[in-house]
């Protein structure tokens, strides 16, 4: 069975900050607190949490949309990748960033869902609000 969920959270920030960061080295660093790797273009690889999570980048539209198909070191040997689409979108306070997380390992998704939270809109929104 395909686990799969969908949160979303608004940052103060706008869509190409958030976009800009994402999909660099540098800013998905400092945006999450922990090394990452980004390849900013389609078929670019990417690794953020030291390694931990890891996938390719699918799809781009600047300033709105990323996809790519991710998975961690914790996934079972010989599943497919997960795809988290990520969007974008200006609210009143910022960019309302939702993101669909499918195809995930069965019995992982409740601790993927709370990762989101923990490890990208905690940290994000500190970062964007200095």
């Known amino acids: 069975m395909e686990s799969k969920f969908t949160i979303s ?9 958030i976009y800009q960061a994402w999909l660099s080295t540098k800013g998905h660093s400092a945006m999450t607190g922990s090394p990452a790797e980004v390849e900013a273009r389609v078929k670019g690889k990417f690794s953020a949490w030291d390694g931990y999570i890891f996938g390719e980048t699918l799809e781009l539209k600047p300033n709105q ?3 790519q198909a991710w998975r961690t070191t914790e996934f079972p040997e010989g599943s497919p990748d997960s795809r988290v689409e990520i969007n974008l979108e200006a ?5 309302k960033i939702t ?18 939270q923990d490890f990208y809109f905690k940290p994000m929104k500190e970062y964007f609000s200095k």
Do not use: C, F, M
């Open 91 to 95: 609210v009143k306070g910022g960019t």
């Open 65 to 67: 949309r990323i996809v």
């Open 99 to 116: 993101i669909h997380h499918s195809n995930i390992p069965k019995g992982q998704a409740e601790d993927y869902k709370q990762g989101w």
């Open 9 to 17: 959270e608004v940052i103060l920030a706008t869509p190409e900050q």
